[in-house]
């Protein structure tokens, strides 16, 4: 008697399902021409914030930022929903974990916490200052499941091993920020932040594995991004000087703990997705 499988074999379904990356490179450019597409929009309808500093009124960050994300969450939702891949996605991590993991998410909440205490957070208006925060969710959310979430599964389905999941994915994170280039930002600044978001992205699979859900990858990449945006005013502007004093300096020096952190800690990795059978749930 034959068994019948969990996913659809016909079809996009089917074609999705056999993973591998170069289909996640095609879901990774379709998603990326929505998203942009919808932040092309947005800039339509601006108006008075069009051109304005990104910091500089609620309207100013909600047209620069938050819709293209409302609309790549949807899109991501809806995609993930439409594959029966939900329930896995945020299901407990099929793989072991190793203490060693756990110096990840604290690598990646110093700095983190150094910027809560050098952001001056009477400069911009409590109004502007939610809605990065609300955006920053937003950021953890699409962008984690996007790469940590669909990306990981779908290298899993394809065969690799987690040296590769893990490098592979996060060299798909860090690409998605080169289209900085588009938007004006300099070579240098777009070139620092691929080499960033390569190294956090590495940290974020590893707080996933060791935390065991993907929803912790998100928690720490939700607060990564809004403290980032207060305390250097920019998307995607990673503060790398630590020729400055106090709590400025200790900034710098925690970024590049941190990318040095993530180079290294990706050569450890190792592991596979245990089965259904290995992994029975506790009573």
Not at 128 to 149: H, K, N, P, Q, S
Request: zero cysteines; proline letters at 2%; charged letters at 10%.
């Amino acid at each position: 008697m034959t068994q019948l499988s969990t996913h659809d074999d016909r079809g996009l379904r089917g074609f999705l399902n056999q993973g591998g990356l170069w289909r996640l490179l095609l879901v990774v450019v379709v998603y990326m021409g929505i998203y942009l597409g919808a932040g092309w929009v947005g800039s339509q309808f601006a108006g008075e914030f069009k051109g304005d500093d990104l910091l500089s009124s609620m309207g100013s960050v909600f047209f620069q930022i938050t819709l293209a994300l409302i609309v790549g969450a949807i899109v991501l939702v809806a995609f993930s929903s439409y594959m029966g891949w939900t329930a896995e996605l945020f299901a407990r991590q099929r793989v072991y974990r190793s203490r060693w993991m756990w110096i990840a998410p604290v690598v990646v909440a110093l700095p983190i916490l150094l910027r809560v205490f050098s952001i001056e957070w009477g400069r911009h208006g409590f109004d502007v200052v939610a809605l990065v925060f609300v955006t920053g969710l937003l950021i953890g959310f699409v962008e984690e499941l996007l790469t940590r979430g669909i990306g990981v599964k779908m290298l899993r389905d394809g065969g690799h091993g987690e040296w590769a999941v893990a490098a592979l994915s996060s060299l798909v994170f860090a690409l998605l920020h080169a289209n900085n280039l588009f938007s004006g930002q300099a070579f240098s600044t777009v070139g620092f932040t691929v080499i960033f978001t390569f190294a956090f992205g590495v940290l974020m699979y590893l707080t996933m594995r060791v935390t065991g859900f993907l929803i912790s990858a998100m928690i720490f990449h939700a607060l990564t991004d809004p403290t980032t945006i207060l305390a250097t005013g920019g998307i995607d502007e990673v503060t790398s000087d630590a020729s400055g004093s106090g709590l400025t300096a200790l900034v710098g020096l925690s970024t590049f703990l941190l990318i040095f952190a993530g180079y290294v800690l990706l050569i450890f990795i190792r592991g596979r997705v245990a089965t259904s059978e290995e992994f029975a749930p506790s009573p």
